[in-house]
């Protein structure tokens, strides 16, 4: 008589919880990630105060460690106007790409004959690239004066706030502030890193 053995069945592993974990974690990531911008690096003197930067309409004005100056304002339909203005006054076309990809830049450091090849960029070598700056001098009528002329005229409600990096050199600033007053512009905000106040401060 034959014998009938019993049908071996390999072990079985449930691997939904692990899968669901995995894109949990996922998730997380992308939701938590910061993505690397060409953004100007700053790093700001501390002061004490109870003023805040305003949180919209407001452009500001960057100069990092090395002098280099950089401009952004905040809302994408201004950069795509103050584009539009700067183009316009300096006869210059830009396709409807460029434009595109100018809004989503929320500061740049490119003299004005270089900034459609910057556009023109693959998005992936974007943030890799060493931006030299907007050209500053002490005239008052360089590009800089341009860009806030421009961005003025794309909304006359934008505030303005100079960042400047703690070992950033004074003539820059000096000259920043030249194109400014070339424009009979005197009230701005300057940014700085939060300092707590010494005790017995007092603000009043």
Same mark, same amino acid.
Request: hydrophobic share 40%; aromatic share 8%; glycine share 4%.
């Given at each position: =008589?034959?014998?009938?053995?019993?049908?071996?069945?390999?072990?079985?592993?449930?691997? %939904? $919880?692990? *899968?669901?974990? /995995?894109?949990?974690?996922?998730?997380?990531?992308?939701?938590?990630?910061?993505?690397?911008?060409?953004?100007?690096?700053?790093? %700001?003197?501390?002061?004490?105060?109870?003023?805040? *930067?305003?949180?919209?309409?407001?452009?500001?004005?960057?100069?990092?460690?090395?002098?280099?100056?950089?401009?952004?304002?905040?809302?994408?339909?201004?950069?795509?106007? =103050?584009?539009?203005?700067?183009?316009?006054?300096?006869?210059? %076309?830009? %396709?409807?790409?460029?434009?595109?990809?100018?809004?989503?830049?929320?500061?740049?450091?490119?003299?004005?004959?270089?900034?459609?090849?910057?556009?023109?960029?693959?998005?992936?070598?974007? /943030?890799?690239?060493?931006?030299?700056?907007? $050209?500053?001098?002490?005239?008052?009528?360089?590009?800089?004066?341009?860009?806030?002329?421009?961005?003025?005229? /794309?909304?006359?409600?934008?505030?303005?706030?100079?960042?400047?990096?703690?070992?950033?050199?004074?003539?820059?600033?000096?000259?920043?502030?030249?194109?400014?007053?070339?424009?009979?512009?005197?009230?701005?905000?300057?940014?700085?890193?939060?300092?707590? /106040?010494?005790?017995?401060?007092?603000?009043?």
């Amino acid at each position: =008589m034959a014998i009938v053995k019993p049908k071996k069945h390999p072990p079985h592993m449930d691997m %939904t $919880p692990m *899968v669901d974990l /995995a894109f949990l974690l996922l998730t997380f990531f992308i939701m938590t990630a910061t993505f690397k911008t060409n953004d100007a690096e700053v790093n %700001t003197p501390s002061s004490v105060s109870t003023i805040k *930067v305003p949180d919209d309409k407001i452009m500001i004005i960057s100069i990092d460690k090395d002098g280099k100056v950089f401009f952004g304002v905040d809302a994408q339909s201004t950069r795509i106007s =103050m584009l539009d203005n700067i183009a316009q006054s300096k006869g210059i %076309t830009f %396709t409807d790409l460029e434009k595109k990809k100018f809004s989503l830049q929320s500061s740049f450091g490119v003299p004005l004959n270089q900034l459609k090849a910057f556009l023109n960029t693959p998005d992936a070598q974007m /943030a890799q690239i060493k931006q030299p700056g907007i $050209p500053v001098d002490s005239t008052g009528t360089s590009q800089l004066a341009d860009w806030v002329y421009a961005a003025r005229k /794309a909304d006359p409600g934008l505030r303005i706030a100079l960042k400047g990096d703690n070992i950033a050199k004074f003539p820059v600033f000096k000259d920043v502030l030249g194109n400014l007053q070339s424009q009979n512009i005197n009230r701005f905000n300057l940014i700085t890193a939060s300092e707590q /106040a010494p005790a017995g401060f007092s603000m009043d």
